[in-house]
């Protein structure tokens, strides 16, 4: 049944490709070797969002001439909120310029480096794996993957063949969470972020949407939490950290109420408010800077610690609240 589907969605899609009226099909992209962007995944927005800013006509100099030139839609399998969305996402990119690819291999000998966007992390290391064997620098939207041992064969099987990649929600690059890591507020002694935490079955708890305000917490706290406790509820999630040198960082994810993105840190000049999220440009910039330098601009370590975090929040949920370790990351 899951290959019939699949095999609809491929129809349809190329349908699609040749009934479009593409008003930037003419358009020629740089042709500077190294700047040709294939997009894995069009089942999220985060696709058209990050093309539209690499293909906008006015971009700046800070995205150094990248351009996304091709994308394969798939994608989901199964999460119908992600699945619905791949026909009208093929259609919006194909109108910025963007060819359509019929498999991760056609999409790899179109372009120079690669934007791992597909929504659904449980793909990410069977669609990682081709693109680190072809050696194309990599980013890789969130959740790097859905589980701890996934992330860590991708950056296993990376390091082995020398190929950079790197993973990151858009929040941490939020100017009051870049502000406090910087040390603008002194040395910082302890946070709190919040974000939406909506949850979908496919994934453990935070990985789908919790990410965002971990990843806004380790931003500022830096790594070294060593050990956590879960409260939960149907609206709620607070997640308590301890870190090797005492200091103590809260998640706290939403599921009732408003929805947004936020945070305070307790720092050296004051309590500061670490403000409202600001878009994908920044992160864009710094993807952009990734594939020029070839320079992750977050570690292995933070990343993995990142997930481990996550994975052990779902370990003391299951034992009612219990301060539980973090599994090892190595």
């Avoid at 971009?59 to 994608?75: C, N, Q, R, T």
């Avoid at 789908?208 to 917490?217: D, F, K, M, P, Q």
């Avoid at 910039?285 to 990734?290: K, L, S």
């Amino acid at each position: 049944m899951a290959n019939r589907r699949q095999f609809i969605q491929t129809a349809a899609l190329a349908g699609l490709g040749i009934s479009l009226v593409n008003p930037m099909a003419g358009m020629q992209w740089p042709s500077a070797s190294g700047k040709r962007i294939g997009i894995i995944g069009l089942d999220t927005s985060h696709s058209v969002a990050f093309t539209k800013e690499f293909n906008n006509p006015e971009a700046g100099p800070e995205l150094h001439g990248y351009k996304v030139v091709a994308a394969y839609p798939h994608g989901s399998r199964d999460i119908e909120s992600s699945v619905s969305r791949i026909p009208g996402y093929t259609a919006e990119v194909q109108k910025l310029g963007v060819s359509i690819s019929g498999s991760i291999d056609e999409l790899l000998a179109a372009c120079d480096v690669v934007l791992l966007e597909t929504n659904d992390g449980r793909l990410h290391l069977e669609q990682a794996l081709p693109v680190i064997k072809a050696g194309k620098p990599m980013f890789i939207d969130k959740p790097m993957t859905a589980s701890l041992k996934d992330a860590i064969r991708i950056f296993d099987e990376a390091e082995k063949q020398g190929v950079p990649l790197f993973s990151c929600s858009s929040l941490r690059y939020m100017e009051g969470a870049v502000a406090a890591a910087r040390g603008d507020h002194g040395k910082i002694f302890g946070a709190v972020t919040w974000s939406p935490a909506t949850i979908e079955k496919t994934h453990p708890d935070l990985f789908w949407y919790g990410i965002h305000g971990v990843e806004t917490l380790y931003t500022v706290m830096g790594t070294g939490c060593q050990k956590l406790t879960r409260s939960w509820s149907e609206g709620t999630d607070v997640v308590t950290g301890t870190w090797a040198d005492g200091r103590i960082g809260t998640f706290r994810g939403i599921r009732e109420g408003k929805h947004d993105y936020g945070g305070v840190v307790f720092a050296e000049k004051g309590n500061v408010s670490i403000g409202l999220f600001g878009g994908y440009k920044p992160l864009i910039i710094e993807i952009a800077r990734f594939f020029e330098t070839r320079i992750p601009p977050v570690s292995r370590q933070e990343t993995l610690e990142i997930l481990a975090f996550m994975e052990a929040a779902d370990q003391s949920k299951r034992e009612g609240g219990k301060m539980v370790d973090l599994p090892s990351i190595s």
